[in-house]
Structure formats: C-alpha cells, structure tokens
C-alpha cells in the first residue's frame, strides 16, 4: 500500500513512463583529453548558492513511509549544501521540519482553500524563515491513483479487513506506525477531516482544492509572499511566459510525477520549448524521472539549472531512514562528479547542448498553434 502510493501514478501510468522514455532518449556525447581535475557542482538558484544541482522536492505525507518523514530531507539536504522543499501536505509541520535545520528551506504552497487559508499558510511560512515559495498549480482536482483506491490508502494508514495483511506483515513500519503521532496532513490540522471511507487520500483533500484558480489568482499569491516565487507544475512555453510576467523568478517544468494528468509528454521533453521561452529571464527547474547522475548531467546540458527528485528521496527514507537520505544525495553528487569527468566537462558550469545528443523525431510538438 505505502510503496504504491510512492511509486505509483495515475491511471495507466503512461506520464510515470514518459519521464523516464525521455531520459532514454537523450544520450550523452563525450569529449576527452579535457583537463577535468576540478568538476565544482555548485549553481545558484532562485537566488541563492547550493552545492549541487539537486533539489529534494515536495513530497506530502513522508511519515507514511517513514517516522522521520519530512524533517529527514531538510537535515540531509542542509548537510550536502542544499535544499529540501517542504510541501504544504507535509505530514511533519512547517513549524517542525524548520526547527530540524539552521538554513531557512524553501516550502511549497497548495493554494487549496479560499485566500484567507491561503493567506494563514503563508503567514505561517514567513514566520518559520522559508526562503523561497514553491507553488505547485498542477492539481486543480486530485488525479486517478487507481492503485491507492485499490488498496484502501486512507489517511491517516488504517487496519480494516482490505488492508489488515498488508500492515500487518510489515510489522517494523507497523511498530514505527503505532509509536509516533498520526499520519496527517499536519498543516492542516482542522481544516481537513480525519479521511475515512473507500477514497481516503482523494477525498480527504478534494473538498479543499479549488479548481476556479486563475493567472490572477497567482499574481495575488506572489504579492502575499516577499521572496523568490517559483512556479511548479507547467509543461509549456506558454504558461511559462505567463508565470514570468505574474513575477515568478523560476519555474519548474513538472507533470507531478505523473501523478496528476495520465498521457502527457515526459518533463525533459517540454524542457527545451521551457528554455527557449524564459531561461534567459527566469530559472528553469527540471522536475520528474531524474533518478541517476546522468540524468542531472542531461537535463542541465539542456539549460535546467537544477533538478527536484521526488520519490527518490522517499525510496532512499523507506529503505535506510534518515541516513538513507543523505546516502541518497551521496550517490547523486558521486554520479554527477563522475559523469561529468567522464564526458569531459570540468563542471556543471560547462554544460551546454553539445554536451548530448537526441534522438532524431524524439520528444514532442503542439498538434495546433500554442495559444
Ligand atoms: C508521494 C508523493 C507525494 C507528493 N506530494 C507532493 C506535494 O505535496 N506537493 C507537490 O508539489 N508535489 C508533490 N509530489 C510531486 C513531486 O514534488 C514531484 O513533482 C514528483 O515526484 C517528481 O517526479 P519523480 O518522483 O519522478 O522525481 C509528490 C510526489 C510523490 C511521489
């Protein structure tokens, strides 16, 4: 049930496998005998200096996989010199996860509920330092998890006949369960009711979406906050312009995993048409499949200026706790160190275009005139 709902998508799952078609088809083109004993990683983004290319991006719910939940992506990302992005559906509190670490994280921002919800949410951000305001505006309505409907995922987790042996042969999650508070959407502590009946996770959330939201909407939100405003959740050149004009300072080129709309292009398809709107003005993010090295090398190479990864970080938590977490960002770094001596560039700073190559008729275009 809990591996479901981070590895899984919606309905088919087609977006989940785009993601990662799209990394396969981009490949990397070497060059050698380049002088590549130094390969620094360090970017600045939405204004502000990280050691590497690698965001850890919000992921609501963490202590469904495990106790530690979102607080263990703060403290691991601070560690390795960069960010964790604490989404408003967190299950560990804004509050919380801010008190796990001395560098002000960046939060994401669910513009769920009417202005004044909006409005406490943000309230409470700015107290708790957060840097920099993700706002993620690709869930007007919940997508079609079928495998979370399937299994019975209600929040908080619960023991009834559909599930009973499923959490029962877990019995260390299951321990880890029962021995902290309830998994809840701990930002929205009596705003939303204890989800219950068959649809649990949807339902728990949907009588909070609204999906009437406008550009205009947006550009209230981005004068309610005083940082940087980094649009998450478009795959277009167009709706990237618009996030430019409304004064977002970045936008992250995402289909949520392909957890929202099935059958969209893969997040590094719509990259390149991303960059060649706005990345002369704006930073490009690059959200979805990344889950190597290579690919960070790859989607930089096509003008991102970092990466988010999502269930990365989860897998990495679930398997190794909070230490898996940092094994993670480990890993990462060594593969992007590694590749980068390997292609013969001295630096993420030197990534352009010819750093690869795609495969000819690969990606995809508007069937119609982009409006
Ligand atoms: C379990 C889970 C929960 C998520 N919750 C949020 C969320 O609360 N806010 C958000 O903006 N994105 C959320 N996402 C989407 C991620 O931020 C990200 O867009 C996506 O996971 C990227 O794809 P990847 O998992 O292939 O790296 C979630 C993803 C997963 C897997």
């Avoid at 559909?162 to 998994?183: E, F, I």
């Avoid at 959740?233 to 970045?250: I, N």
Wanted: aromatic share 6%; hydrophobic share 45%.
């Amino acid at each position: 049930m809990v591996f479901d709902f981070v590895d899984g998508g919606a309905e088919d799952e087609a977006t989940v496998r785009e993601n990662r078609r799209a990394f396969a088809d981009v490949a990397l083109r070497p060059r050698v005998l380049v002088d590549v004993s130094a390969r620094p990683q360090g970017v600045r983004v939405m204004g502000q200096d990280l050691a590497l290319p690698v965001v850890l991006g919000p992921t609501g719910l963490a202590r469904m996989v495990h106790p530690a939940g979102e607080a263990a992506a703060a403290v691991a990302a601070e560690l390795f010199g960069t960010v964790s992005v604490v989404s408003s559906g967190s299950s560990v509190s804004f509050e919380d996860v801010a008190a796990a670490v001395r560098v002000p994280q960046w939060f994401q921002l669910y513009p769920w509920g009417d202005r004044a919800t909006i409005e406490a949410l943000i309230d409470r951000a700015r107290a708790c330092r957060y840097r920099t305001m993700v706002v993620t505006v690709d869930v007007p309505v919940v997508g079609a998890r079928e495998k979370d409907l399937r299994n019975g995922l209600t929040v908080p987790p619960r023991v009834d006949p559909r599930t009973a042996w499923d959490v029962l042969s877990h019995p260390r999650w299951l321990a880890g369960l029962v021995r902290s508070p309830k998994v809840t959407f701990a930002n929205f502590a009596g705003l939303l009711p204890d989800a219950r009946g068959t649809s649990g996770l949807a339902a728990a959330t949907q009588g909070l979406l609204n999906p009437g939201h406008t550009w205009d909407d947006l550009a209230w939100m981005v004068a309610q906050w005083d940082g940087p405003v980094l649009l998450k959740g478009l795959m277009t050149a167009e709706d990237a312009r618009r996030a430019v004009d409304v004064g977002c300072a970045g936008v992250a080129v995402s289909n949520h995993g392909g957890r929202q709309a099935d059958s969209l292009p893969g997040a590094l398809d719509a990259l390149g048409e991303v960059v060649a709107a706005v990345g002369e003005q704006v930073d490009v993010l690059l959200d979805g499949g990344v889950r190597r090295g290579t690919d960070v090398v790859k989607a930089l190479a096509l003008g991102a200026r970092a990466c988010l990864v999502g269930r990365p970080w989860l897998y990495a938590l679930a398997a190794g706790g909070p230490r898996g977490v940092e094994r993670l960002l480990e890993v990462l770094r060594d593969e992007v160190d590694r590749t980068l001596a390997l292609i013969g560039r001295p630096g993420v700073d030197t990534l352009d275009p010819s750093a690869v190559c795609v495969r000819p008729g690969r990606g995809w275009v508007p069937a119609g005139k982009p409006g």
